[in-house]
């Protein structure tokens, strides 16, 4: 059944009704994107997980929610479903104005599967999250309590006063004409409605009521109806701020069917879903935690029984019988034997079936989602020898290893596959990851020759010189820190030690924010951090020239860069110091003058001039011989001089260089 703000209010009821009597509930939406920046890493933790979703995904819009309840026919013996298909749309006023991110892959993945736009925008349903209904609440009931009040007089400025004079005379003339029942003003600005306001209320307060009314075109215009009795003015008041607080509840919209989700408490499926959990919260509820700890707590009391048909499939006896857990191969696979799909009909108008084919339209995923779903069931009902009929409890044998377990598609291939929100999550080992630092022109080939001797390796880039690398062969990770850790191009650390590294850098950096950086190389020791001398592009080798040392030592993404001059003749290199500003960037001030240029000859205390020195040669010292060494002083000076800067892959300045992760989100 689709679902507009056309008929969102009739459908609200069958909505209800269907959340009620429903044994589970499906759920899946569409967005505007996905994510934006960084994607998510492949050897995350849960929680970092979460930090890049919530960073990169927040300020997409979701466009279309699906939900499918599924409930048992005891004269059927089987299930039918209540799909509903919710094309959403937040618009302002009397709700809040929305400002939103919108990926230009993501629109045209929809545009391809046919989705309406048009419909989008022209009849989506609104909705917004609790706080912010609250407020608007408040703020319309005290704005009603002020109707009956006087309001202060606005002075109406000369250039206006004619114009406000004719269509007072034009309302006078409708009043007294009686051809009509209501008169509209239109070409007026706000500013002009006010007045009118005001002039008509005052002058024609017991006969005229004055509103304002949108057209179609969103253009708005004043309607002055005739009033007939003193009784009708009160019901008109009455109307005026009925009509006010059901413009309101069509600003709340979905978010009341969100909350009817929660408040049943009933079983809730998707399909990696995480994503559409985030969604659902952050724009149904409130906003989302900055915590991983809040944010599990958040959603297990929002919703307490979650499951995920992608974990689900990911894990045995499923695992080797997937070739592919994609929701339409998925389904496939399950038509096919060992499998099974169910019978799931649905009354006209109401559902989906198995012979339609919407892929990606939200209501009928969601009703696939819970066809797969109930196919494992029954496969795992069968195989424990139980019957494969109506869905026992949710925290029944069959199900419980899969409640509150949400999919990680990113890290599931490094041993973290899941988000565990009744308990604590995966902490896999790391031993077989390293933090890999190379000469910038190698690609992922010289990476994986590197490697060879070891085995296949992911590779995982975090930018041009440095990138994360999990051996395939687990029991190799001894032999490749004994033969790569005296590389002279390339430089291995533990993930482990890397990772604690950072942390360490960050927590400290949190704590003194506006802290000196010493530029020396033993204050970045303090810091746990070793530094690399970056060459310049003359200096730096193939990656086939081996042979050729160069110090390259480096444990994090730290590097010193060379202090860069664009002029030739430039002074020599001050002292500077260096501040760390509230955006994270750098501050370079200078901390003292640039010192000047020494004197050839100075007088002697008795005032006499001091002689110039003899060379060895016999030859007296000129000025000349003073500028050259003055040149190799600052040619060796500028060798010497360098200033560290710190690689923060959290910033956001001219620290952050690109990143070429090259895997897509599935």
């Not at 492949?42 to 970092?48: A, C, H, R």
């Not at 992922?444 to 041009?464: A, E, H, K, W, Y």
């Not at 990656?543 to 430039?570: C, D, G, H």
């Amino acid at each position: 059944m689709e679902v507009t703000r056309k008929n969102f209010k009739e459908a609200l009821p069958l909505v209800e009704d269907s959340i009620k009597k429903a044994d589970f509930l499906v759920i899946d939406a569409e967005f505007t994107g996905l994510i934006n920046g960084r994607d998510v890493s492949m050897f995350d933790s849960p929680s970092e997980y979460y930090s890049r979703l919530l960073n990169g995904s927040s300020e997409f819009l979701l466009i279309q929610y699906g939900l499918c309840a599924f409930y048992w026919d005891h004269k059927k013996r089987h299930y039918m479903n209540d799909a509903y298909n919710f094309y959403l749309f937040p618009r302002g006023r009397p709700g809040p104005e929305k400002m939103f991110l919108c990926q230009s892959s993501s629109l045209d993945f929809l545009a391809a599967q046919g989705f309406d736009f048009n419909k989008l925008i022209r009849e989506g349903i609104s909705y917004m999250t609790e706080p912010t209904e609250t407020r608007l609440r408040e703020l319309l009931t005290e704005r009603q309590k002020t109707y009956s009040s006087e309001k202060d007089v606005i002075n109406i400025p000369e250039e206006n006063k004619q114009q406000i004079e004719d269509i007072c005379k034009r309302v006078r003339k409708f009043l007294d004409s009686n051809d009509s029942d209501e008169l509209e003003i239109d070409r007026c600005n706000a500013f002009i409605r006010r007045l009118l306001f005001q002039e008509l209320g005052t002058r024609f307060k017991d006969e005229a009521f004055v509103e304002t009314k949108v057209l179609e075109n969103k253009n708005r215009v004043l309607k002055v109806s005739r009033i007939k009795s003193s009784d009708e003015t009160k019901d008109r008041d009455t109307q005026k701020k009925e009509k006010e607080w059901e413009e309101f509840e069509d600003a709340v919209g979905f978010s009341k069917v969100a909350r009817m989700i929660s408040q049943s408490e009933k079983l809730v499926i998707g399909h990696n879903m995480l994503l559409d959990v985030l969604h659902t919260l952050n724009h149904f509820f409130q906003p989302l935690p900055e915590d991983y700890e809040s944010f599990k707590e958040f959603t297990h009391c929002m919703f307490p029984r979650l499951l995920d048909t992608k974990y689900m499939s990911s894990l045995p006896p499923f695992k080797d019988k997937v070739n592919s857990s994609v929701l339409q191969h998925l389904f496939t696979t399950l038509a096919e034997e060992p499998f099974s799909l169910p019978k799931a009909d649905s009354k006209d108008g109401r559902g989906y079936s198995q012979t339609e084919d919407k892929h990606h339209e939200a209501g009928y995923d969601a009703y696939v989602t819970g066809l797969c779903f109930l196919a494992m069931y029954a496969h795992l009902s069968k195989m424990r020898g139980e019957t494969s009929g109506r869905l026992a409890e949710p925290d029944c044998a069959v199900l419980k290893p899969f409640l509150n377990k949400l999919f990680l598609a990113k890290t599931a291939h490094q041993d973290s596959p899941y988000m565990n929100f009744n308990g604590a999550d995966p902490s896999p080992p790391r031993d077989h990851v390293f933090h890999l630092t190379f000469p910038k022109e190698w690609l992922r080939n010289d990476i994986n020759q590197l490697f060879s001797p070891f085995g296949p390796v992911t590779v995982q880039f975090i930018d041009d010189t440095t990138a994360i690398i999990a051996l395939s062969r687990r029991e190799q990770a001894r032999d490749v820190m004994r033969a790569l850790s005296h590389n002279a191009r390339a430089k291995l650390v533990p993930y482990a030690k890397y990772k604690h590294a950072l942390a360490k850098f960050h927590e400290r950096r949190q704590k003194s924010p506006v802290k000196q950086l010493s530029t020396t190389p033993d204050a970045k020791a303090r810091l746990g951090l070793s530094t690399t001398v970056v060459s310049s592009p003359q200096s730096q080798q193939p990656p086939q020239q081996l042979q050729q040392p160069q110090q390259q030592q480096q444990q994090l993404p730290v590097k010193v860069v060379r202090a860069r001059s664009s002029s030739v003749s430039s002074p020599a290199p001050t002292q500077t110091t260096r501040k760390r500003t509230s955006s994270g960037v750098f501050q370079v001030d200078d901390a003292e003058p640039p010192p000047k240029k020494p004197e050839l000859a100075r007088s002697n205390s008795d005032g006499s001039r001091k002689k110039p020195e003899v060379l060895s040669n016999g030859r007296r010292k000129t000025e000349a011989d003073g500028d050259k060494n003055r040149h190799k002083d600052k040619a060796k000076q500028r060798e010497t001089d360098k200033h560290i800067e710190i690689f923060d892959s959290e910033a956001k300045g001219k620290t952050v260089a690109a990143f070429k992760e090259s895997d897509s989100w599935d």
